[in-house]
């Protein structure tokens, strides 16, 4: 089993790299953002509080988080791996995502931190806004996510830069030959 984070601001090809690798390893994708979604599409009494803690900006709290996270390890006990997209977003979520694995005899073995100019993030952003008019694109939403990124969540990278877990990966150009540096890494 590998299990791997996946790193970088919003906007930095996430999700789209995270797709091409469960294509390739057959991965179970875990995307905190897609859980939140998920949850505040379908009224859950879970989404209604991620759903008011979004719309604020803030990131949701991590008891909340970890809770969805086991939920989804929990449905998927012969998976080959886990792939998490969006989380840790802290040191204290790093520390407890290391604990919750080593819990269920399992570890992660690589993050891949995506290296996008924040910039590059904007853009595409912008264009992503006119394609899928996804809420948290709203420009206010952004500024905060952006700014919660680059002030705070990327001061988890050293946390796994000390472990020897951590791979940076220059996540500018087309998506495939950014795949093909990703599974460089992974090879």
């Not at 299990?3 to 601001?9: A, D, H």
């Amino acid at each position: 089993m590998i299990n791997l984070v996946i790193f970088g601001p919003p906007g930095a090809g996430k999700g789209t790299q995270s797709e091409k690798l469960i294509q390739k390893y057959g991965f179970v994708h875990i995307s905190t953002g897609d859980l939140f979604r998920w949850h505040t599409k379908n009224d859950t009494p879970l989404g209604k509080r991620v759903k008011e803690i979004m719309n604020s900006g803030a990131l949701v709290p991590d008891d909340i988080t970890i809770a969805m996270l086991k939920e989804e390890l929990d449905k998927n006990p012969q998976a080959k791996g886990f792939l998490f997209d969006g989380f840790p977003r802290t040191v204290a979520q790093a520390e407890a995502l290391d604990r919750f694995m080593k819990e269920n005899n399992t570890a992660i073995h690589y993050v891949l931190a995506l290296d996008v100019s924040e910039k590059e993030v904007r853009d595409r952003i912008a264009k992503r806004r006119t394609i899928e008019n996804r809420a948290d694109d709203e420009e206010d939403k952004l500024n905060k996510r952006i700014t919660e990124y680059f002030t705070k969540t990327i001061h988890v990278l050293p946390y796994y830069e000390k472990a020897g877990r951590l791979n940076t990966v220059n996540g500018i150009g087309p998506i495939d030959e950014i795949f093909s540096r990703i599974t460089a890494v992974i090879k």
